[in-house]
């Protein structure tokens, strides 16, 4: 799967999560961008990407990713 | 919603929580809600478990409100001045640990002795606790029970060894069954068992404990909540009361009508045989936990009726209360069922394995409950993991409620061969009990108290510590009626609460069941209130009409009781008064009241 169906992949959930049909993420998104994401959201949203995805973050990629760029790097590897 | 029942995809539940949460507010927008106030004090992060059990609470009807302890403070909280906890006021209180949150475990250099200190210890950490809350806060309590741990380091003999970590949190847990055991408004939730329902090595994900201090998988989650819901819906007074059997593939393989009750799989002889007997072994053990048995089949009622005598049937037809063998839709036969029970059809549990008959009963008799069953190895997992009638109390009564239906069936056809109605009540041989509040009643008197919603004028509900203060306070008059009849002891059918202020007693709480409508019963509690009341030098009796969604039929109820109206506000709710004329004329003509008064007082 290339970068950018992982992205449109990522909307979707992105959107479910925050219920907000307006989100659209990029490279540079980060929790700062979206009012609702905090913390406790994060989990939320890390576990609907796994499930998602079919794949899982170790706790070392979950606490380094920085934006969403990375976090779709890290997919991209994991799932091929 | 068809999401929150079981089996429910918990995926999509985490994910589309607020989504769902917007169509339960919207879908449940003019009926009026049951508004909770839950404290949860948390051993590990709470926050995902109060955002889905909001969930689930909404999908029966109540919504709720919560505190939540800063992480992992549930025993500051409750141990340490805390005025905000107390400000809340909460109306149940969830204390949510794991064994994570088991501090010392046995090492292996450990004697019996120490092992047994260390136990008391651990226990004694959470009883104080509870000793505590429930002083501080008079409402129930809901605690887990410990999972086991996700490693076994002696392996299997872990379950057998005094150091073993499973034995010691055996041992924790029956120490905490037995606290429930010896006290009233305490509840173990039970999360040893749900875990191993669930899968320990799915539950336990040691990644979501070290990042984020979760002590379950968060996929785990909706399974816990919805878990967990059972135990505050069936306090809040939200259990079903009723099931509604289908019987052809239902309580057995084959069509009666169709293939003769003699070629129907029931009993030893096939597999599919085994399994209809179990299902029907596990409905018929609802019975004795007061669940009203009843068949709506597409049926000639020969038929249906040589099938459930079937030699190696477990279920008999006197086991149901009533038996709809028509051609009817089945949606009707539900509303009717549920009329002539005196219940709400939202009480009523259809179970039958045509999806088309689910769908019209879905659709018409709103919320009834419809499980999707269908290959009948998995009926009793479904009916059993959704949790309609959790048990958070049995009363004595529970055992012969489904004598006392059908008794109250009777009745009613002997009803229909008097022509004066009076002449009938008294055909009845009706002898009635008055008295304040004893102990012995106390958990019906709650339970009570949480279930009527017809007969009943200020809908307040009471938990059973509630209503044990309330019962020894001298400023409250308190009353139960028990109604018994020729066909039977329907028990303790009505209760009163008033509160004494200034000469005038304010009747906080009249309720009756439905099952005793029309037997003047409430003539009978009137007479004994005005009683009481002179007793007491009271001369006023005020009473109070809050309308709810179901009350309707008890708007009237001061007015025929001979109470003025005194006040009404834009919201339908009213005030009467009631002068207790002197001499007084009893209003209760037909019921004989026995063991009047308290312990050989004479009337």
């Known amino acids: 799967m290339n970068r950018e169906a992982i992205f449109d992949r990522l909307n979707i959930i992105f959107r479910d999560i925050f219920d907000d049909e307006s989100i659209t993420v990029t490279d540079k998104t980060t929790a700062d961008d979206i009012e609702e994401w905090d913390s406790l959201e994060h989990i939320n949203l890390i576990n609907a990407i796994e499930h998602e995805m079919g794949m899982k973050f170790t706790m070392g990629q979950v606490v380094s990713m920085k934006n969403v760029g990375e976090m779709v790097d890290v997919i991209a590897a994991s799932i091929g | ?603």
């Open chain 2, 1 to 603: 919603m068809r999401e929150l029942e079981y089996p429910f995809d918990s995926e999509t539940i985490l994910k589309k929580s607020k989504k769902i949460r917007r169509e339960l507010l919207n879908q449940s927008a003019g009926t009026s809600l049951l508004i909770k106030k839950i404290a949860v004090l948390g051993g590990s992060t709470t926050h995902d478990i109060v955002r889905i059990l909001e969930l689930f609470l909404l999908n029966e009807g109540i919504q709720a409100e919560f505190y939540q302890s800063e992480y992992g403070q549930y025993w500051q909280d409750a141990m340490f001045d805390n005025p905000e906890l107390i400000a809340f006021v909460p109306d149940i209180i969830f204390i949510h640990t794991t064994c994570r949150n088991i501090s010392v475990w046995p090492s292996f250099s450990d004697s019996a002795e120490t092992v047994d200190e260390l136990i008391r210890k651990q226990a004694d950490h959470f009883t104080v606790m509870w000793d505590r809350l429930r002083e501080l806060c008079h409402c129930p309590v809901i605690q887990n029970n410990f999972d086991y741990p996700f490693y076994r380091l002696m392996g299997n003999r872990e379950a057998s060894d005094i150091h073993g970590r499973n034995y010691y949190v055996n041992r924790l847990n029956l120490l905490f069954a037995q606290y429930a055991q010896e006290h009233q408004d305490f509840y173990i939730h039970d999360i040893n068992y749900l875990s191993a329902a669930y899968g320990l090595e799915r539950w336990s994900a040691p990644s979501y404990w070290h990042m984020y201090k979760y002590a379950l998988n968060m996929q785990a989650i909706p399974e816990f909540a919805f878990n967990l819901s059972h135990i505050i819906k069936s306090l809040f007074g939200k259990n079903k009361k009723a099931l509604v059997l289908d019987l052809d593939n239902t309580l057995w393989g084959g069509v009666v009508g169709d293939d003769g009750p003699e070629q129907l799989e029931i009993g030893s002889e096939t597999s599919m045989g085994q399994v209809y007997a179990e299902i029907q072994a596990y409905l018929r053990a609802h019975k004795e936990m007061g669940i009203l048995l009843n068949v709506s089949s597409k049926n000639e009622p020969e038929n249906a009726l040589a099938g459930l005598k079937h030699p190696d049937g477990i279920l008999k037809p006197e086991d149901f209360v009533l038996i709809k063998a028509n051609w009817e839709a089945k949606s009707r036969n539900l509303l009717e069922i549920a009329k002539e029970l005196e219940i709400l059809p939202e009480a009523l549990v259809f179970v039958d394995d045509n999806p088309a008959e689910q769908e019209i009963v879905r659709q018409q008799v709103k919320g009834a409950a419809v499980p999707e069953i269908g290959a009948p190895e998995r009926t009793i997992q479904i009916l059993d993991r959704n949790g309609y009638f959790e048990v958070t109390s049995l009363s004595e009564e529970d055992g012969s409620r489904n004598a006392m239906y059908q008794a109250n069936i009777a009745r009613k056809q002997q009803e229909i061969h008097y022509g004066d109605y009076r002449e009938y009540l008294l055909s009845l041989e009706m002898t009635g009990t008055i008295k304040a509040f004893e102990p012995l009643y106390m958990a019906r008197i709650a339970q009570l108290t949480n279930k009527s919603n017809q007969f009943n004028l200020t809908t307040k509900r009471f938990t059973q510590s509630e209503i044990e203060q309330t019962a020894a306070d001298r400023n409250y008059i308190t009353l139960c009626g028990r109604l018994a009849d020729r066909f039977g002891d329907n028990g303790v059918v009505s209760v009163v609460i008033g509160r004494i202020e200034e000469a005038v007693l304010h009747l906080e709480l009249w309720l009756m069941s439905c099952r005793v409508l029309k037997r003047d019963m409430e003539y009978a509690m009137m007479d004994r209130v005005a009683e009481e009341c002179r007793k007491r030098d009271i001369a006023v009796i005020r009473g109070y009409y809050y309308p709810t969604a179901k009350n309707a039929m008890v708007k009237e109820f001061y007015d025929l009781q001979g109470f003025e109206k005194i006040k009404e506000d834009e919201k339908g709710n009213t005030v009467w008064e009631y002068l207790i004329p002197e001499p007084y004329d009893k209003k209760n003509q037909v019921i004989t009241l026995k063991n009047y008064g308290f312990k050989g007082e004479q009337p």
